[in-house]
């Protein structure tokens, strides 16, 4: 089976350009998360779907970030205007049901804002 | 609310030596407890899991038990190589669903 599949796996942009990043969890899974990790904030939870729907986007930092999944086999994550603050790697992770299982995470998009 | 934490790294051991990574929780209710590890470039990958108070989940020849008394599940293993160098973390996932990670630890095998 294909794992969380995330793209693109590289972004280098400019400070005020619009970001956007992709992911494709494992088919079935109900539950999506986006994650962000930086070496000073470790892994932070940003936001999280169950069926599609947004449960808790409280780990949004701010106005400019915005997440989507419009079916159940796809998901974005978009900033704008970007900043060099935002420059981390950008995880997207799914899981099967609700409860205590464990997450499938994708191998990450890694975004430089210069 | 739920937390997680790990003892602060890097920890740098030789090959063959013996590992213990130390990791404390807060939860309500009776979370399951994980061990992810991240390897350079990489995205995390479960390495192993228990769900109830006293199972010890291995991989690996890596192991930790659920220490509810304790409120621990601490990573060991017995004889560290070289390709263990990873960043390691300790999650739990209770009923509020939302998974908590520790901070990461990193460890550095040296030949």
């Known amino acids: 089976d294909a794992g969380v599949i995330q793209s693109p796996r590289h972004e280098v942009t400019e400070m005020g350009q619009e970001v956007t990043l992709r992911c494709k969890p494992i088919?079935?899974?109900?539950?999506l998360f986006w994650y962000r990790q930086t070496m000073m904030r470790g892994l932070e939870l940003l936001i999280y779907f169950n069926n599609n729907v947004p449960i808790d986007d409280s780990g949004m930092p701010e106005d400019r970030f915005s997440a989507k999944m419009p079916n159940a086999s796809f998901s974005t994550l978009k900033i704008q205007p970007s900043e060099p603050r935002d420059s981390a790697v950008y995880f997207c992770?799914?899981?099967?049901?609700?409860?205590?299982?464990?997450?499938?995470f994708g191998e990450g998009s890694r975004l430089t804002v210069l | 609310g739920d937390s997680v934490t790990q003892m602060e790294g890097p920890v740098t051991l030789s090959e063959e030596a013996f590992l213990t990574i130390n990791c404390t929780y807060t939860?309500?209710?009776?979370?399951?407890l994980f061990w992810y590890v991240q390897y350079p470039g990489e995205g995390l990958q479960l390495l192993l899991k228990a769900t109830k108070a006293d199972d010890k989940g291995s991989n690996k020849g890596f192991e930790a038990t659920y220490r509810k008394e304790t409120t621990s599940f601490h990573l060991e293993k017995g004889s560290v190589q070289v390709s263990d160098s990873a960043v390691y973390f300790c999650a739990l996932r209770g009923g509020s669903y939302i998974p908590t990670f520790g901070r990461g630890t990193s460890l550095i095998v040296h030949p």
């Open positions: 088919s079935g899974h109900d539950y």
């Open positions: 992770a799914s899981s099967l049901g609700a409860g205590t299982g464990e997450l499938f």
């Open positions: 939860a309500t209710g009776y979370p399951s």
